[in-house]
């Protein structure tokens, strides 16, 4: 088969023609590809500012600026795999359980296929669905790159899906193994003293941005590998972990947070982890200012990406 390869810049100016995840063609046929990008556009489990159902469409509009290469090692992966933009995921925006369902079987497809998927969001709750797919024959580890532990138990009286709860969830669902499970970036207000206690005991590692700080870059590194070893792991990458300085475009911004810089080096310091899917959610262009965040979303897209197949 021919490889699949994005739009050349030089002979198609990367804002003309239709606008698809880092100018790759769309193919739907799972059995071509080895990597494949997909939007999943749906916000039902937000709590507090909508939108983040259209970071697909603007995250892949701004990908148009994410040329072939990667600038450190200086090689592509689209020169050693087939990856293309496969749509987007089958959506209920009327109906929560609907959508979780949809998006699990879309992804039971993407698994039966063994086909790598790398999701753009979508609200943090699609990251449930994808899990109940990938995982759903033995848990996964879990890299969490977020300022939320996303853990919590109900919202409003009793409601236990939310994008606050996914991997509440998902350890309760015996999708992930809590002792395999790094959070990175955790900070912001509470709403109570106890609100990290549950992760805790159940075994999750939660680095927060100031143990960052004060264990440095390459301890913590150190620890994530020592955490996840070589077990199948998944990456979700909440945009709101970087500081609402760099990426305001999201539902739920805290500041002190990670520069776009740093989190670039973090990704590129994971790339002897198995992973086997990735996402990066929680873009929310309504509340952006000149596509900063969603032009972020995409380079992080891109990092993980290359991370995930080497070429970083």
Known sequence: MTQIKPLEGMLTPRFADIATFFRLPIIKDLSKLDYCICGVPWDGGTTNRPGARHGPREIRNSSSLVRLYHPRSLKSPYDKFNVADIGDCPVNPADLQDSLLKIENFYNKILQSKTIPISIGGDHLVSLPVLRALAKNKPVGLFQFDSHTDTYDTYFGGFKYTHGTPFRRAIEENLIDPKKYVMLGIRGSLYHPDDLNWAREQGVTIITIDDFHEMGFNKVIDTIYKVLGDV??????????????????????????FTVRESQTIIRALNKINFIGADVVEVSPPFDINNMTSHIGATIAFEILCMMTRTN
């Open 232 to 257: 199948s792991t998944y990456l979700t990458f909440d945009i709101d972990g970087i500081d609402c300085t760099y990426a305001p475009g999201t539902g739920t911004p805290e500041v002190g947070g």
